[in-house]
């Protein structure tokens, strides 16, 4: 939907453009003095920053609440996991509203919001989630040293499958783990 919308803005905001430049083609003469010329294009040019800087401006105030890394400090996980990548395989820590089955899949709630605390204990790894179709819903960098924090919630229950995003080595497309989703 975004990209829509980012479409039909620059569709808009380049009709303007041409709009503009044949007004000013159509107020424009060729024996006009240079000195008037400039006069005018001055004008127009206080008028045309001002009118571009009001318009960043509302646009800036429209879409920034919006913005996910904000939205993302207002959400109360309900669940929360540890993750560690290392070569090749995710280890999942349940640390509140989350279990491991005896398998080793991970069984999450649908429909809350889920914190991942994701880290890796050697190399730079991806942590990538797909749905059963192979759709990719949310990925993070599992990074040493670094914990990031991924916040989703799964809408449908189902068998969800963790890819490794990053090349991590021979090993790389076997590190995957799953899912459970109910
Ligand atoms: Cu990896």
């Known amino acids: 939907m ?28 060729s024996d006009g003095d240079a000195g008037q010329v400039r006069h005018n294009v001055y004008r127009i040019r206080r008028y045309w920053m001002a009118g571009l800087v009001a318009v960043l401006v509302g646009v800036l105030a429209a879409t920034l609440p919006r913005a996910p890394n904000l939205r993302a400090a207002e959400v109360h996980p309900q669940a929360v ?20 089955a005896p398998d080793g899949t991970l069984v999450l709630p649908a429909g809350k919001p889920v914190e991942f605390l994701v880290t890796a204990s050697d190399v730079n790894h991806g942590f990538g989630i797909y749905d059963s179709a192979g759709t990719m819903l949310t990925q993070v960098q599992a990074m040493p040293g670094y914990t990031n924090r991924l916040i989703y919630t799964f809408r449908k229950p189902g068998t969800y499958t963790v890819l490794c995003l990053e090349y991590c080595g021979v090993g790389h497309q076997v590190m995957t783990a799953r899912m459970k989703v109910l």
């Open 2 to 29: 975004i990209s829509i919308y980012a479409g039909i803005t620059a569709l808009i905001g380049m009709f303007l453009i041409f709009a503009i430049g044949l007004f000013v083609l159509s107020r424009s003469s």
């Open 81 to 100: 996991v540890k993750v560690t990548g290392q070569m090749w395989q995710w280890s999942f820590t349940p640390v509140s509203g989350a279990r491991l």
